[in-house]
């Protein structure tokens, strides 16, 4: 019967690690992520309590059952979560409850990162519990005073878990202690006490919350098992959330089944949920289909944290305009820049302007004056019949000879003078450069002192005082083209 006994141990220990090795199977992880990493105790804004309770291979005789009890919360700096929990493992004779205290201390790195820290620490009791085996020998020797066995150790999980944006990455190790529990009056003279071991586990997650629009949001995760001596295994699940007040999704864990999982909230503050696995695996006409059932309370939730998600995307709308801003801003930057160089600019060619204005006006001042000195002599006497004189600013361009087109202020004193002097009578002469033919030149230097002659006739100069001649190129003043292009006059009487 002894043997019986220890194989039994070891058979329950096998059947409670099936899949889940020695620590508890959940799928409503999900939603409770503080059932597997201490890192998530008080994540949320607001405390909540949790009981859920999982059948393992429906139909089956003495099959795995779990209860657990969660509460978390986190204290008024935010940083700092404390919670507890409370799990029981039941499978034919053998019972595992186990007892928590955790706490989170979360490091802050910008509004939108945070690297969070949890511990868990407790007590773990296995107890066997001979009553629920089944035996052939009622009389056994081994039965009489054993009908249970208990062994009590400490326990510790630790977990990490960072989150940036809507990315979430965790990391637990449960049974971090690893140490040893043993069952001394099942034992015998060459092995004096069985023991059984905890094994360390590796729990490592992620999970990422994608709105589709401003009611629904899908949020596909990964939860990844690694114990040594037993194959890694993984479960991929995917959940829609409409609204913060209904959850749906499925879920595939490798090597054993599928889900479909389900949750609502009821009155504003209470939620439940369901689950179902379906075994997919060679052993499915055994193991069957498992149940899950949640119920929480959210205590402390806020109005604002009802509108969470709406306000989220508000949040959105409000990032993307400062976004907006900035560069709007760094336009106006850009543009003040530009700004800048133009008015550097505008006051060099303000300066320039204003030394063109100076040197224009003095070019004026000094016609004005020689235009005064001329009619001096020409009332002294000292300007004869026959002296030629040349206008200082009526030039035109190459082939042109339009009187609009040149600068008529000196032929506006002209006009002056003559009207002062009624008996003075000039001779104007065109001039021409010595580009193009002789023909083209005479036609050309003709039009010239035409239009000078209209120009007079037109500000009341009579045309008998006024006479004109082509010079062409024959008399150029310099080597300057321009120069040559030009009309002189010349005083026929007085």
């Known amino acids: 019967m002894k043997k019986l006994i220890i194989l039994t141990l070891a058979a329950v220990s096998f059947t409670v690690a ?12 999900y939603f409770n ?13 607001y405390g909540q309590a949790y009981m859920l309770y999982r059948d393992m291979w429906n139909g089956v005789p003495d099959a795995p059952e779990t209860v657990s009890i969660t509460v ?16 029981q493992d039941r499978a034919a004779a053998f019972n595992s409850t186990s007892g ?18 949890g511990l868990a620490l407790g007590f773990l009791d296995n107890r066997i519990d001979f009553n629920r085996l089944r035996y ?66 590796f729990l490592a997650s992620a999970s990422y919350d994608l709105d589709i629009n401003d009611n629904l949001a899908l949020e ?38 599928a889900s479909v999982n389900a949750a609502l909230r009821l009155f504003n503050q209470v939620v439940a949920g369901y689950s179902a696995d379906f075994v997919i695996n060679a052993n499915r006409d055994y193991l069957r289909s498992a149940h899950e059932v949640m119920i929480g309370y959210q205590f402390g939730k806020t ?32 543009n003040d820049d530009d700004i800048d160089n133009l008015d550097k600019d505008k006051d060099a060619m303000k300066e320039e302007l204003e030394g063109r204005a100076d040197k224009l006006q003095k070019e004026l001042d000094d016609l004005k004056s020689d235009f005064e000195t001329f009619k001096k002599n020409v009332a002294k006497g000292t300007i004869g019949i026959g002296d030629m004189v040349g206008f200082k600013n009526v030039y035109f361009e190459t082939n042109k000879w339009d009187i609009r087109d040149v600068d008529v202020s000196e032929l506006d004193n002209l006009i002056s003078l003559m009207k002062e002097n009624s008996n003075m009578s000039i001779g104007i002469f065109g001039h021409a450069d010595m580009r193009g033919s002789d ?4 036609t050309i230097s003709r039009n010239r002192a035409n239009s000078v002659r209209d120009y007079l006739i037109s500000k009341g100069i009579e045309s008998y005082r006024l006479r004109i001649e082509a010079m062409g190129e024959k008399s150029p003043a310099s080597d300057n083209l321009d120069d040559n292009r030009r009309v002189e006059f010349k005083v026929l009487s007085k």
Not at 33 to 45: D, E, Q, R, V, W
Not at 73 to 84: A, C, M
Not at 100 to 117: A, D, I, T
Not at 240 to 253: I, S, V
Request: charged share 25%.
């Open 33 to 45: 992520k503080f059932l597997y990493n201490p890192a998530m105790t008080g994540s949320t804004s």
């Open 220 to 257: 596909p995760s990964v939860l990844v098992r690694a114990t040594p001596g037993a194959p890694v295994q993984y479960d991929v699940n995917a959940m829609f959330n409409y609204d913060n007040k209904y959850w749906f999704g499925a879920m595939y864990r490798s090597g054993y089944a």
């Open 439 to 442: 023909a083209l030149n005479n």
């Open 303 to 334: 109005d604002d944290e009802e509108l969470k998600k709406r306000f989220k995307g508000i949040d959105d709308k409000i990032k993307t305009n400062e976004d907006g801003i900035k560069k709007n801003r760094e336009d106006i930057d850009s």
């Open 18 to 29: 099936s899949f889940g090795q020695q620590v508890p199977m959940y799928s409503h992880y």
């Open 136 to 201: 052939k020998d009622v009389n056994d020797q081994y039965l009489n005073g054993n009908l249970n066995e208990t062994e009590t150790g400490f326990d510790a999980t630790f977990g990490v878990n960072y989150t940036y944006k809507d990315l979430n990455i965790g990391l637990a190790v449960p049974q971090v202690l690893a140490n040893d529990l043993a069952y001394e009056s099942i034992g015998n003279i060459a092995s004096p006490e069985v023991t059984y071991g905890l094994v360390r586990h």
């Open 72 to 87: 978390d919360g986190p204290l008024k700096n935010k940083r700092v979560g404390l919670g507890f929990s409370l799990n």
């Open 100 to 117: 928590k205290l955790s706490y989170r201390y979360g490091l802050q790195f910008s509004k939108e990162s945070m690297l969070n820290f």
